[in-house]
């Protein structure tokens, strides 16, 4: 199983920008999608979840300026992140509980970070 994960970019504050990631491999079922995130010297923190009924958890720091979605079809999670400031500044990182083919149980599984940089 793997995660891949894209749209990272410098933009200015204020601005926005898509990050996408895709879920690929032996995959039976996946039961939810998210972000995490890491700035600078500091812990990774969740930044947004959606589960397979759509459900969405967000950080109270992104909560009406990041937009959580998944196409279930395409296994892939989005997140769009509007209103940008300086400390959303991270990697962010995708994740997601699988359920793959020969396992016994549902597995958390990470992609690689994508830098995301707000600054003027």
């Given amino acids: 199983v793997q995660l891949q994960a894209s749209g990272g970019g410098l933009v200015q504050p204020g601005g926005s920008l898509r990050l996408s ?4 491999g032996s995959i039976i079922d996946i039961y939810a999608m998210g972000w995490h995130r890491q700035a600078p010297g500091k812990q ?10 759509s459900n969405t958890n967000y950080a109270d720091s ?4 990041f937009t959580i ?3 279930v079809a395409k296994k892939m999670v989005f997140l769009q992140m509007d209103t940008l400031k300086p400390e959303d500044t991270a990697v962010y990182y995708c994740s997601s509980r699988i359920f793959r083919s ?3 149980a549902y597995d958390d599984y990470w992609g690689q970070g994508t830098l ?5």
Avoid at 21 to 24: E, H, N, Q
Avoid at 46 to 53: E, M, P, Q
């Fill in 116 to 120: 995301v940089t707000v600054s003027s």
């Fill in 62 to 65: 992104v909560k009406g300026r």
């Fill in 44 to 53: 990774r923190e969740l930044v947004a979840t959606i589960t397979s009924d």
């Fill in 102 to 104: 020969g396992a016994y």
């Fill in 21 to 24: 990631c895709a879920a690929s």
């Fill in 69 to 71: 979605s998944r196409d």
